[in-house]
């Protein structure tokens, strides 16, 4: 996986989140972690999250548009690094069928008044 890329924001496209049924396994937690996260958002063989086809059933919203995480502050390590801009974002992006990431205002070139206009 990519480093940090501190140039991008992530784009709230849900593409993470959307992308394969795999994705989303368990690996690092520690069991009173995973107990924290509503069973219904849980795989039935307690593996990793439940996915509804390709999609975690904890994202809300619509994909490449705006989502979120309905369990954003309790959410799995893979979940976690998975970085905005990194390869398994522009993976899932691509895989998707949406377009790369957008620079965050942060990393934008700054124009003068006159370049403005």
Not at 27 to 35: F, I, K, M, N
Not at 61 to 82: D, F, K, N, Q, S
Not at 96 to 110: I, K
């Amino acid at each position: 996986m990519t480093p940090t890329n501190h140039d991008f924001d992530c784009q709230a496209c849900g593409a993470c989140c959307s992308y394969s049924p795999e994705w989303p396994r368990f690996s690092t937690e520690v069991d009173a972690d995973l107990d924290r996260i509503p069973e219904k958002f849980v795989a039935a063989d307690l593996s990793g999250m439940r996915c509804d086809g390709a999609r975690c059933s904890a994202l809300v919203g619509y994909v490449g548009i705006a989502t979120a995480c309905a369990v954003y502050a309790l959410r799995p390590e893979v979940c976690r690094a998975c970085v905005p801009g990194g390869d398994d974002c522009l993976m899932a992006r691509r895989g998707l069928g949406l377009d790369g990431v957008v620079a965050s205002a942060s990393a934008a070139p700054t124009r003068t008044a006159s370049e403005r206009g």
